[in-house]
């Protein structure tokens, strides 16, 4: 079946330092959908990439779309200590199917 | 936050006994979701529905069942609970199929099979 990976599993950053963390398919992604969970928390949604080379942002994360529709990468720009927890990526091809996530630590 | 409420939120048993989790929405959502959380091996979906008594298998459905006899709630049953289905179960609800839509999530329910 559809595998998703996703890499790093853990990243711990200096406070300010930037941060980004990737999803890989062997297959081709209709789309993708990326959510962060915080300690305790739920997955929780943060957006969704449809189009090839498709690139977002939302204030100091990018979110892109790889022009083969096979990878996606989440970047965090200047780390604050909110930005911690685990984030996700998610596709939904043939198999519901979460990637392992990454856990973003900060050190302040 | 979306309208989803899962019970309990905490529970303790024991081997061999059945347990029933439930989630009940109050966003009218066609689709609903049973996934469980383990470490290392992030979110996994156990079943799931997409209308009134129909639902589906998920990647690791084996010793869980699921009903739901009303939109609102989806229910998820062991039969016979085991020590490798302790884990942090969630319930997520979407308007349209998972992979169009966002899916939204309930706070979950921490299980502890002794």
């Known amino acids: 079946g559809q595998q998703v990976m996703q890499i790093p599993q853990y990243q711990h950053v200096q406070e300010g330092e930037d941060f980004t963390t990737y999803c890989n398919s062997s297959?081709?992604?209709?789309?993708i959908q990326w959510y962060k969970q915080r300690p305790g928390g739920h997955p929780v949604f943060l957006i969704q990439l449809v189009k090839s080379g498709e690139v977002k942002k939302q204030k100091r994360l990018t979110f892109q779309f790889g022009e083969a529709k096979k990878n996606s990468s989440l970047h965090i720009t200047a780390t604050q200590t909110t930005d911690v927890g685990t984030y996700f990526c998610y596709s939904g091809n043939e198999k519901l199917t979460f990637g392992t996530g990454t856990r973003l630590t900060i050190i302040p | 936050d979306a309208g989803i409420t899962q019970s309990p939120r905490h529970k303790v048993t024991e081997t061999g006994t059945p347990v029933t989790l439930r989630c009940h929405q109050t966003e009218n959502h066609r689709y609903m979701y049973w996934y469980r959380q383990d470490p290392g091996h992030g979110l996994r979906l156990i079943h799931y529905s997409y209308g009134v008594k129909d639902t589906d298998k998920g990647e690791v459905s084996d010793g869980y069942s699921v009903s739901r006899s009303k939109t609102e709630d989806f229910l998820l049953t062991l039969e016979s609970a085991t020590s490798s289905q302790t884990s942090v179960y969630f319930c997520a609800i979407s308007e349209s199929p998972s992979f169009n839509q966002p899916q939204h999530f309930g706070d979950g329910t921490r299980l502890s099979i002794l």
């Open positions: 297959t081709t992604l209709s789309n």
